[in-house]
């Protein structure tokens, strides 16, 4: 059923809090501008040093353990909870993305779930022998990654986006209520093909597209159909699209949003009755293929727009971010693998970056000390993080 009323929910509290990377079920809205993050004896060991470390204001505020419905979790700081309609950015650092003792150990055994998502990208990588498996090992799968994406030739990797753009409005009168989408940004989000074939006679001179529920409710709602049907959701006023475990988002208004998530509900049992469409679900914009110099600088514009101050933010922000790291104990004395630089701005002009996700970061033994910007050579565990920043500031200083 489909209340035309507005009133606004707080979908903080109902929905899975949105993340870029990483998997669901990690994280937990906390209190006051808190989050929870599955506990790991490696990270909250991490975060705990990293509180007593010159680089303390490049990482979220960490709290400490606790414990929620049998599981352990770590708190800390909402990186996102003083922007309005956050634009984010997740780069993971480095030129590799596992650990050494992780080669050793991964070695052994071939994984079916790597090579379905393998052949998912990239159908005639895997060997013959591959094949006949139908497994390929975690080592393997790790390195063809870095080479397919820019880890291995800069020294970082774009993870996931969410891009703040509105690609839905709703006003509403007396007798009517009407929904204007922005046509250019659903042309961007879901396949051009499908959008035309549904879009096309309704579209207006002013590339919008108007419904009015007086007039035709059913439109309305086979659009949102249309669009939660292909991989959305709906979280905190914004619909996301999700892409193999990326969040592309794009905020609504909180009735949109709402409308949206009374459609998901009714839609519910049949679509998750029904297996996935082929073709449908095929990601538009991923960043797994994003590698050379020139691809990540127009991510990277794409993501601040023309907006020339938040770029000038980001640069400042990052550059104090390599000083600290070169003069911090923590860091000489970590190998630190897949650990991400987070990007946040919104349309006030607010933008900063931190340090996040020290899942795999580690404390090197026998007092060896790393300059993280030598190449890696089985043994002496470096990682090419500052190296991968290097490149980082020279891109974002490149316009
Ligand atoms: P993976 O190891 O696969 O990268 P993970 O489970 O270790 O994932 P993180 O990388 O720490 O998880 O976080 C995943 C995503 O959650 C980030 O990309 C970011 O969007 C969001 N996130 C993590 N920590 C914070 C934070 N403190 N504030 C706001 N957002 C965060
Ligand atoms: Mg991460
Ligand atoms: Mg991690």
């Known amino acids: 059923m489909i209340h035309w009323s507005p009133f606004v929910q707080n979908f903080k509290k109902k929905y899975p809090w949105v993340q870029l990377a990483g ?4 994280f937990k809205p906390g209190e006051n501008g808190m989050i929870l993050k599955k506990s790991t004896e490696k990270e909250r ?5 990293l509180m007593k470390d010159i680089l303390r204001p490049y990482i979220p505020e960490f709290r400490g353990e606790v414990n929620k419905g049998g599981e352990r979790y770590l708190e800390m700081q909402d990186l996102l909870q ?3 309609s956050p634009s984010v950015m997740d780069c993971k650092m480095g030129t590799r993305t596992y650990l050494e003792d992780e080669l050793a150990k991964a070695n052994s055994k071939p994984r079916k779930d790597l090579f379905q998502k393998m052949v998912e990208i990239d159908p005639s990588e895997p060997t013959e022998e591959e094949k006949r498996d139908g497994a390929v090992t975690k080592p393997r799968y790790m390195r063809w990654r870095e080479q397919l994406s820019s880890t291995a030739s800069l020294g970082f990797r774009i993870e996931g986006i969410k891009f703040a753009k509105e690609v839905a409005n709703m006003e509403i009168s007396d007798d009517e209520v009407m929904v204007s989408f922005d046509v250019v940004s659903l042309f961007t989000a879901i396949p051009v093909n499908k959008a035309c074939e549904y879009i096309r006679d309704k579209l207006n ?14 439109d309305i709602i086979s659009l949102l159909e249309f669009i939660l049907s292909n991989n959305y959701f709906v979280y905190n006023n914004c619909i996301y699209k999700q892409i193999h475990g990326c969040a592309m988002g794009s905020p609504v208004s909180p009735i949109v949003a709402n409308l949206c998530m009374e459609v ?18 095929k990601p538009n914009k991923d960043f797994k293929k994003t590698r050379t110099n020139d691809d990540v600088d127009s991510v990277f514009t794409e993501f601040v727009g023309d907006d020339n101050e938040i770029r000038k933010k980001y640069l400042r922000r990052l550059k104090a971010i390599r ?20 990007f946040v701005h919104d349309t006030s002009g607010k933008a900063s970056v931190w340090m996040i996700d020290f899942g795999k970061t580690v404390a090197l033994k026998d007092g060896l000390l790393l300059d993280h910007r030598s190449p890696w050579q089985e043994g002496n565990h470096e990682d090419g993080y500052l190296w991968g920043l290097d490149n980082m500031v020279d891109i974002w200083s490149q316009r």
Request: charged share 20%; with cysteine.
């Open 45 to 49: 060991e991490c975060l705990a040093q």
């Open 82 to 84: 003083d922007f309005e």
């Open 264 to 281: 998901i509900e009714e839609l519910a049992i049949s679509t998750s009755s029904a297996p996935p469409k082929q073709g449908d679900s």
């Open 323 to 342: 000083a600290t790291l070169e003069s911090s104990p923590f860091f000489r004395s970590h190998e630190v693998i897949g650990s991400s630089l987070l």
């Open 23 to 26: 998997h669901q079920g990690c």
């Open 205 to 218: 001179n002013d590339n919008t597209l108007h419904l009015r529920t007086s007039l035709n409710t059913d």
